[in-house]
T-cell receptor, first 116, second 112 residues
């Protein structure tokens, strides 16, 4: 158990819909990262938040957005869903104390999104 | 932008054989991390290498960081069925926003 929680575990929805994925980081971790992993693919970095503020953006579509709340939990919003958005979405957290980005990342169990 | 490539993409081995995965970066890295993802699981941090030429061992796993800090390798001696999974390297470049860029992973399958 990494200490990172993600809900829901599974999500099945239709094209065009909007969903929200939730992540709670390990206690004390300030950074939250979101990744997308399609079937048998690598990890595609989407976005990072540090202590409530957006820190870095990766290959995140304009239809996707995220935020980190004062209690440090994070939500990833996916809208106008397409079949190709079906994937495993991982959240990871790291300490990154003082703003450094050298710490190892602890991954949550992931949310499996299926768009039909 | 920074790219991290891993080879091979897949590797089938007989239990007891050795296994090596290689990681190459297009830029010089400040450090490199390795993660393992079991089938149906999530990536789990294995180790971080920081120094040029660094070698670290974890039981049957040996991790190396190249002298130029642009490549790394993970070698498993005498594989076991518990080694099955995908091994990812992730490199951090100080000159590229210090972000962690993951390689595509090497999927290891072990025949008992």
């Amino acid at each position: 158990d990494s200490g990172v929680t993600q809900t829901p575990k599974h999500l099945i929805t239709a094209t065009g819909q909007r969903v929200t994925l939730r992540c709670s980081p390990r206690s004390g971790d300030l950074s939250v990262y979101w990744y997308q992993q399609s079937l048998d693919q690598g990890l595609q970095f989407l976005i990072q938040y540090y202590n409530g503020e957006e820190r870095a953006k990766g290959n995140i579509l304009e239809r996707f957005s995220a935020q980190q709340f004062p209690d440090l939990h994070s939500e990833l919003n996916l809208s106008s869903l397409e079949l190709g958005d079906s994937a495993l979405y991982f959240c990871a957290s790291s300490l990154d104390i003082g703003g450094r980005q050298g710490d190892e990342q602890y991954f949550g169990p992931g949310t499996r999104l299926t768009v039909t | 932008g920074q790219q991290v490539m891993q080879i091979p993409q897949y590797q089938h081995v007989q239990e007891g054989e050795d296994f090596t995965t290689y990681c190459n970066s297009s830029t010089t890295l400040s450090n490199i991390q390795w993660y393992k993802q079991r089938p149906g699981g999530h990536p789990v941090f294995l180790i971080q290498l920081v120094k040029s030429g660094e070698v670290k061992k974890q039981k049957r796993l040996t991790f190396q960081f190249g002298e130029a800090k642009k490549n790394s390798s993970l070698h498993i001696t005498a594989t076991q069925t518990t080694d099955v999974g995908t091994y990812f390297c992730a490199g951090r470049d100080n000159n590229a926003g210090n972000m962690l860029t993951f390689g595509g992973g090497t999927r290891l399958m072990v025949k008992p």
